[in-house]
Structures are given as structure tokens and as C-alpha cells.
């Protein structure tokens, strides 16, 4: 993997600081003042004020080989989907090609309503394609990023994904969460014939790869930790189901629980990926239990006639945030990760279901069905501070983004379901286009981590 690089330094101009004594130092969400990830007197966008609104950014049409202006609108896609940023309108770019050693014309920028510009090129780097980019403060005329990015020309698109990561991190103090992908649920067919298989996208629609071929049922795929695997729940033609694990270098599958007596379900890798928890059913009763993704060796941690089911560790792997009815009607627990001293979180009005973990560890996603309505929600893993994202019908099945920032989960609001996403402000809510029906979705971590 080829890391991004520090190529510029940092460039002040007089055209730039005569704007930045013509500009207001101040937008609503974002100030040139301390906040998380900026240094004093740097422009940064505060994400959490009530008065939120998205910045306003110049993506310039890059320059160099073919690919160069679909990355930029690549990255004026994912900024402006995000809702943090908002990238005018090309029409009005006072400068409509810039080379990429030019300086911008800050003052005409600013007099357009820019507060940050993105320029760039698409350069051939032996048998590879690389950006090179640069990030400028409007208002004061610096260069505040300035990096390069190299791939295979196969995989051309992550070079916008990778310089649109490095904006959002600059520019929020958050890592980005473009460099990503999804594996959902594909849905073809009739409603009562539905064809169902495994399928991958980026993050932002494209690349569509289906993973299986329709002629079995399986459901609920999750990604591991490094992404490299993903495990998800198989029914056979008896009706049996078993959770099995996928290798997607290899393609390989193993099958984790689900004998004659048994059946397994709702499988979930543990931070350190060797291990998975999971529901398994027999004689009745459906309980949680841990696997050795290796061996398959199951172990259970809960017993009794409740049903327990979709399990999730807490970033650290001590905790199991799951779903039960063991009080009487469907929530939220917590306990240890050895089964140990479970209790209720969640007490608002309706049923709540599919807890997942953020990777912050700060909040729990939830679904919560009250009467005909489902909502995907946050909450903090002692109950508190709950919060809906969404609500309507059918909203179901969240999965955060790398960040903790984003969840994707899928709505059908009758004809079949899509994808979607939101952000823990509630300000965003879009859909993530798919060729077909989809849901299920589980996010990977970012591709530029592992």
C-alpha cells in the first residue's frame, strides 16, 4: 500500500493575505480558531454545533491523464455526501482550469463564496496512476495539504476516495471513511421469488461485485476487522442455518457451528478477529456463544430459555452488547465477554434490536420498532443519550462506518429495500445506490488501513 507523502510546503501569497483582510474570519460551523484536529488560526470545521452548516468548498477540475476530472467529481461527490462540505457549483468557479503549480486567485475565490479549494493532476507514475493534490485556505492563502497518492490503474477510483480521506481528516480533525467498501445483500426478483446473494460496492455505489451466485440463501454478511474475511449466515435447503466465514483473497469457506441438532446465526468477529460470537439454537432455546474462526470450536456464554441473539464486542473486546427477551419483550443488554453480568440498556417505548458497537466506543446503534414505525438510533453503552438518526418504515440493520461518524443500514418503504446512510447528528440521510434491492449492509474498515 502505497502511504500518502508530504510533497508541499505550506505557501503564503500576497494576493491571499489581501483576501484574508477582505473575508469574514467567520462561517457558521467552521472558524479560524482551535478546535479538534486544527492549530490556532487555521481554518477548521467544528462538527457539532447546533448551527451547523456545510462548508463551502471549490473542487477544481483536476488536470494530467484521462482519469483527471472524474476524481475530482469523485471527490465533489463524497464531500458534499458526507454533509460537511459544500462544493460550489462548477459554473460559478471564477477560474475554471488551474495548472496544478498555479496559485488560485484568492480574492475571486473568496468573492464566489469559497472558503477552501482543492487543485490537482493525475500523473502516470511508472505502471502506476498517482494524484497529487493541494488543500488551500481561501481566506488566508495557505497551502494547508499537499500529498500524493499512487495505485494500479485497475483501481484508479481510491485515488479519489484516498484525497477525499485526507480533506475530511484536515479539515474535521476525524479520520475519513471514503477509502471503504460495503458488502450488503443483493436482491433480484419478485418479492415472494427473491434471489439473494452476497455482493461488495465502494462506499459510494460503484464497483459492484457479487460474491455468490444466488442459488443458496445466505444472509447477514460482517465484515472482520482487517476486512480481509467476512462472515455471514448460510440456510441450506432443509432449512438448517450455519454460519460460515469467507476468505475473499481466496474465496475459501469455512463453516463455523450448525450440526444436526443445532443451528447458528448472527455472527460477529471479536476486535482481534480470531474469534466470532454468534447465536446458536437447540431444542429450542437460542443463546450467544463464542467460535475460534480457525477451529470452529464453539463455547457457549449464555444459557436459558431466552432468546439471545445479534452480538457485538465493544471496540476493546471485553464487552457484548446483544438483543433478548429474556425481560419480557425485545432490548438491549450488555455484559462481559465471558457472559458475565448482563444488564438492560435500553428502556424508551418499543422494541430494540441489532445493536452494534461504534468503533469509538462511545455509542451503540440500534434498531427500535414502535408500532409501525422503525428508527435506527444511537445511544451510550450505560443507556444514555439516546438519540434517532431516522425514523419511518422500514429503516433496519445498522453498521457503522471506520470513523464512528456514519452508519449504513437499509429502508424499504414498500417496494424493497435499499441502502442508506446517516450521520450520529442526524443532518445526513442518503441513499447509496445499488443496481438491485439491498440490505444487510455491514461496512469494511478503511481499505488505506490495513
Known amino acids: 500500500m502505497n502511504r500518502p507523502f508530504q ?18 474570519l467567520l462561517i457558521a460551523g467552521h472558524v479560524h480558531a482551535q478546535a479538534a484536529g486544527c492549530r490556532s488560526g487555521e481554518l477548521c470545521i467544528d462538527l457539532n454545533p447546533k448551527n451547523f452548516k456545510p462548508m463551502p468548498i471549490a473542487i ?29 457549483d462548477p ?15 484568492f480574492q475571486a475565490w473568496t468573492a464566489a463564496g469559497a472558503q477552501a479549494i482543492v487543485t490537482g ?27 500524493k497518492h499512487a495505485i494500479d490503474p485497475q483501481n484508479w477510483r481510491r485515488l479519489a476516495h484516498l484525497a477525499s480521506d485526507a480533506v475530511f481528516e484536515r479539515m474535521t480533525g476525524e479520520t475519513g471513511f471514503f477509502d471503504t467498501r460495503i458488502i450488503f445483500v443483493d436482491e433480484t426478483g419478485p418479492k415472494d421469488k427473491r ?16 460474491l455468490s451466485g444466488g442459488n443458496e440463501l ?24 450455519s454460519v460460515q466465514v469467507l476468505d475473499l483473497a481466496s474465496g475459501r469457506r469455512s463453516v463455523i457451528g450448525g450440526g444436526n441438532d443445532s443451528a447458528s446465526f448472527a455472527p460477529r468477529f471479536a476486535p482481534n478477529g480470531s474469534q466470532l460470537a454468534l447465536s446458536v439454537e437447540t431444542g429450542g432455546n437460542t443463546n450467544l456463544a463464542v467460535a475460534d474462526a480457525t477451529s470452529g470450536q464453539i463455547r457457549r456464554i449464555t444459557s436459558g430459555s431466552a432468546i439471545d441473539t445479534s452480538p457485538s464486542y465493544s ?12 425481560g419480557g419483550g425485545q432490548q438491549i443488554y450488555i455484559m462481559g465477554a465471558d457472559g458475565s453480568g448482563a444488564r438492560r440498556i435500553s428502556f424508551g417505548d418499543g422494541r430494540y434490536s441489532t445493536p452494534v458497537w461504534s468503533p469509538k466506543g462511545d455509542y451503540i446503534a440500534f434498531t427500535r420498532q414502535k408500532a409501525n414505525s422503525f428508527a435506527i438510533g444511537i445511544m451510550k453503552p450505560d443507556g444514555s443519550g439516546e438519540r434517532i438518526l431516522t425514523e419511518g418504515y422500514h429503516n433496519e440493520g445498522p453498521s457503522w462506518a471506520p470513523n464512528g461518524r456514519y452508519v449504513v443500514f437499509f429502508r424499504d418503504s414498500g417496494a424493497g429495500p435499499k441502502l442508506y446512510m446517516a450521520d450520529v447528528n442526524g443532518r445526513v440521510d442518503v441513499a447509496i445506490p445499488t443496481p438491485a434491492f439491498a440490505s444487510d449492509p455491514s461496512w469494511s474498515p478503511l481499505i488505506s488501513a490495513r
Open 218 to 241: 445466505l444472509l447477514t454478511p460482517r465484515y472482520s476487522p482487517r476486512g480481509d474475511r467476512v462472515a455471514f449466515m448460510a440456510l441450506s435447503e432443509d432449512g438448517r442455518a
Open 7 to 24: 510533497l508541499f510546503r505550506p505557501v503564503i501569497f500576497a494576493i491571499g493575505l489581501i483576501a484574508a483582510l477582505m473575508a469574514p
Open 315 to 326: 471496540p476493546d473486546g471485553s464487552q457484548i452488547a446483544f438483543e433478548s427477551d429474556r
Open 195 to 210: 434471489r439473494k446473494r452476497l455482493a461488495i460496492i465502494d462506499q459510494d455505489g460503484a464497483n459492484f461485485r457479487a
Open 60 to 88: 477544481v477540475t483536476f488536470t494530467g491523464d484521462t482519469q483527471a476530472s472524474a476524481v475530482s467529481e469523485i471527490i465533489s461527490s463524497n464531500l458534499k455526501r458526507s454533509g460537511v462540505f459544500e462544493p460550489i
Open 91 to 105: 459554473a460559478r468557479h471564477p477560474e475554471k482550469a488551474l495548472g496544478f503549480d498555479a496559485v488560485p486567485n
Open 121 to 147: 493532476r493525475i500523473v502516470r507514475d511508472g505502471g502506476r496512476v498517482a494524484v497529487e493534490y493541494r488543500l488551500w485556505d481561501a481566506t488566508t492563502g495557505k497551502q494547508v495539504v499537499g500529498q
